[in-house]
């Protein structure tokens, strides 16, 4: 059997952080949400799948947590949570959170329809210097 390219990775929660950039698997931001509990958005990462595309964006596909998820793992464009017993929310069947980012022009747009604006907000207001060095490295390991 032939190894997968991308392994999907784990990402144990810290909901105390503000971030949690990893060079691999989902990246999650984290904030205090309504009734002053931690809320999470997983971010999956990938480049514009076209290799012949000359753009410079990267995909980010997001979803909310709170602070009872355990972990997270996913590859490009699949990703799970590891809920409590008894604690999972109802499974969504879209993105609440679908954007391109620009490396080069730092711009975040929202990309389809249904996408809940306040995330896409909330991704932009995260897109600092390190967070950029981070998706710019993404970009290149994806078009390899
Ligand atoms: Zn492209």
Known sequence: MRPRRRHPSRVETDPGS????????PILLWRDGTAGRREGLVCLVSACPNPACG??????????????AIAVSGGERRLRVSWPAGSAPPATRSWPLRATVDIDKRTVTPRGDGVRTDLVEWLSGELDEQLLALLRERFQLAKR
């Open 18 to 25: 503000r971030r949690q950039l990893t060079a691999r698997g």
């Open 55 to 68: 753009c410079r964006d990267v995909w980010i596909d997001g979803l909310l947590i709170d602070y009872r």
